[in-house]
């Protein structure tokens, strides 16, 4: 058993007065033993009026170094909805069979449920049986509401403790959004000074990998208990695979396509393996479809982007061949070139019939990446410039995109994302360059669960260059809340005490009001 292992185990024991904090996680469904196959936790999503995904998966040795869990032959799973938190009165249950194709994982599409209403459920496998998860329909079609959403991203098990997750389940909310970087790829040097946890084995590049670096992520306590919480909607950015790819071009130049293309559709098998997501998103060959649509009754449709699997090849590559980001000239002229896209053409034509259907009051974009322009200086010579591998990469990407919004006349766009470590609150222009120029929507940006931020004074310093940033802090860990009704959405920054003390505090840094039919935050 390396360390990791160990850390893990004593994590998992040291946390249970924390789970059991949630009522909604049954203390005897946590008897230890080491065949207890549901150490990874349960977790629903991608909810629907009349229904939800239901996901766990079983792994009695979660780092088995073959990525299979401990388990060899099919094992049937029984799973059981209820509309009580006892789980007395059941309304759907049935049998599935979980087997070594999927990693022993379990998505069941549970249909025929009451619409805007809680149930919670549990699974029964290998004689033992799992935590209970607590999940909810979305209202009916028509149906004005409020809502308590969340959004997170960037979480590195190395850099800390998910503080961030365990208050973000505390506040209850009725959806959770992953927008990307929910594992990394990439390890830490030993002797880097960084790792407050190791991950305990290098930058992963098979399955099996993959598989239990998902499954080391799962073991955590606070991320469980945010999973068993509330149903959540997961898109990706690059780290679900490597750093700073693009469609099928690696970072490193040195790795072929087709090479590259194996690993991609490995990242996405465990992705979907350990994500509660519908058949839709099933691998299919090398790709993966993740990018969808999720309406909340009339207050609000959810845009779920896919910002990587699509892209055109990395902007301005840089004369070594590196395909990493960079910030890149403004002369280049890959930044702005419209035969480029981020999205691919098919999930931009997808996105503007999105648009132009909407019947929301709300037209949330859930992707991964900050959507504003920012005028960056580069490190060495101080010219200013764009970051290579976001939006400033593709702006003409960008441009018709917001273009969509004004065409369909979209009711109250609101951008989140992630990916950059810090929280941003923007407008979003017509022209970009001209900050007289209407705004078109607006844009909030999370900060990390746990990963570095960028420096705080350098990053300040660019402000004056970019007068549609209305807020920026990069200091801090944590996730974004948001009440929203009919009449006010109400975002708030929140942020732990320290992503080293596995028993943070939080508090809110900045809140923002955006009203109806006026695009742009207000800071309250
Ligand atoms: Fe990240």
Redesign the pocket.
Known sequence: MNEAVDHGRRRILSGLAVATAFSILSPFARSAGVDYPFTLGVASGDPLPDGFVIWTRLAPLFNAADGRGGLRQAVPVRWRVASDAAMTRIVRQGEVTATERFAHSVHVEVVGLEAGRPYWYQFEGLGAQSPVGQACTTPPVQAMVSARLGFV??S?WERGYFSAYRHLAAEQPDLVFFL??YI?DSSYALDSGKIIRPHGSGNAVSLRDYRNRYALYKTDLDLQALHAAAPSVATW???EVQNDYANRWSQDPKIPVAQFLKQRAAAYQAFYEHMPLRASSLPKGLDMRIYRRLDYGRLARFHVLDGRQYRSEQPCIAANGSHQGHIADNTCTDLRDPRRTLLGWEQEAWLDRGFAESPAQWNVIAQDLLVAPLTQRDLTNHKPGRWTDGWDGYMANRERMLASIQRRQVKNPVFWG????SFWTTDLHADANDVDSPVVATEFVGS?VT?DGPPFDAFSQLLPLNPHVKFFDSRQRGYVSVDVDEQKMLTNFRVITDPRDPLATVSTLKSFVVEPGRAGAVAV
Not at 418 to 421: A, E, F, Q, S, T
Request: hydrophobic content about 5%; some cysteine; glycine content about 14%.
């Open positions: 991203s960037c590195h990307g970087d990394y950015d690059d780290h992630g990916d950059i470590h990390s990963s």
